[in-house]
């Protein structure tokens, strides 16, 4: 079930603006993920973090694993049209075992030329 | 590689028949996984293979779901008999080892009617 609680639902920005998204939970994970889905297509990882207080950078895309590891959020830089998609945190811990992932509900971003 | 390859694309189905899905794993991978994901539920796990053997298939809703991987090329997900509810996109995935992260096919949209 769903377990990590996502936000925002979906974003409507300029293109050039910046972006920024989250995923807080009440469990701890030690598995941070964030992945990308554009239309019929799989989700597709983008940045994943390991490590609590971890930033990490991807291009235009940071994202952070929160220090309390119930938390993480990805931020985008002067988004363009492509960055349009639906953004899934993911995560993994002993709730899930090694070998699952809970996934957010999504963040549908919308990019305005 | 070519990637996760997954068919059909698309299945339209009747109610009560019989319907499989089938996935190849990029090869020299150990792990493949098979997710659901549906509007109401989010991206849930179904069931993962290690090295052809079913390892955890607590996720599968139901006896009218079975997974099969005869070998390290090819696994297939069947359901029957179908139902309306069944209705999801069904993303099979794989990866390497443990601690390393799956790459995501591009799933078969399926619609029971």
């Known amino acids: 079930g769903q377990q990590l609680n996502q936000s925002p639902q979906s974003m409507f920005i300029q293109e050039g603006e910046d972006v920024s998204m989250n995923c807080t939970s009440s469990s701890i994970f030690n598995t941070w993920l964030w992945y990308k889905q554009d239309p019929g297509e799989g989700p597709v990882l983008l940045i994943a973090l390991y490590k609590a207080g971890e930033l990490t950078s991807n291009g235009r895309l940071t994202a952070q694993f929160g220090i309390t590891r119930k938390d993480s959020f990805l931020n985008i830089s002067a988004s363009i049209p492509s960055d349009v998609g639906i953004y899934f945190c993911?995560?993994?811990?002993?709730?899930?075992?090694?070998?699952?992932?809970?996934f957010g509900t999504g963040t549908r971003l919308t990019v305005i030329p | 590689d070519a990637g996760v390859i997954q068919s059909p694309r698309h299945e339209v189905t009747e109610m009560g028949q019989e319907v499989t899905l089938r996935c190849k794993p990029i090869s020299g991978h150990d792990y493949l996984f098979w997710y659901r994901q549906t509007m109401m539920r989010g991206l849930e796990l179904l069931i993962y293979?290690?090295?052809?053997?079913?390892?955890?298939d607590s996720g599968m809703p139901e006896d009218r779901f079975s997974a099969k991987m005869p070998n390290a090329s090819f696994s297939t997900l069947k359901i029957q008999p179908s139902e309306p509810r069944d209705s999801a996109v069904y993303f099979c995935?794989?990866?390497?080892?443990?601690?390393?992260?799956?790459?995501f096919g591009q799933g078969t949209r399926l619609t029971v009617v």
């Open positions: 293979f290690n090295n052809n053997v079913p390892i955890d």
């Open positions: 993911a995560a993994r811990g002993e709730q899930t075992g090694a070998n699952n992932l809970f």
């Open positions: 995935a794989s990866r390497r080892r443990q601690n390393t992260e799956a790459f």
